[in-house]
């Protein structure tokens, strides 16, 4: 069983940042692709971005590009996702998953999920 923790969310005003972290065991993170995904109120779950197990390569959603960055720490068993220049758009609870293969948007193919973080920005 994987456990990941999300950390990081909090009231923001627009244009501001925010840096979101996900933790797991150090062991236990290397082995994983991890994605960020939001809900918003009243919306399906979306993907936001994903980082590789293997090489590091980071994916993005159109919406969310050249304004987040997504990142990981091996060796301390943490994924970051620095969110900059953010929208009011942005608000909603974001949790990070792992699956053991490649990145995928698909949210069903993740097997191990975060209890969510909440992030609200404020126009």
């Known amino acids: 069983q994987v456990q990941l923790v999300e950390s990081g969310g909090a009231l923001a005003q627009s244009g501001g940042s925010l840096r979101l972290s996900c933790a797991a065991a150090?062991?236990?993170?290397?082995?994983?692709?991890i994605a960020w995904f939001r809900q918003a109120p009243g919306k399906e779950r979306e993907a936001v971005s994903c980082?590789?197990?293997?090489?590091?390569?980071?994916y993005y959603a159109a919406s969310v590009q050249g304004r987040f960055t997504i990142s990981r720490d091996n060796a301390k068993g943490t994924v970051y996702l620095q969110m900059d220049s953010l929208e009011p758009e942005d608000t909603a609870v974001y949790y990070c998953a792992a699956k053991t293969t490649v990145c995928t948007w698909n949210p069903n193919w993740y097997n191990f999920w975060g209890q969510g973080t909440q992030v609200i920005v404020s126009s």
């Open positions: 150090a062991f236990t993170m290397r082995n994983y692709a």
């Open positions: 980082i590789s197990k293997i090489d590091g390569s980071t």
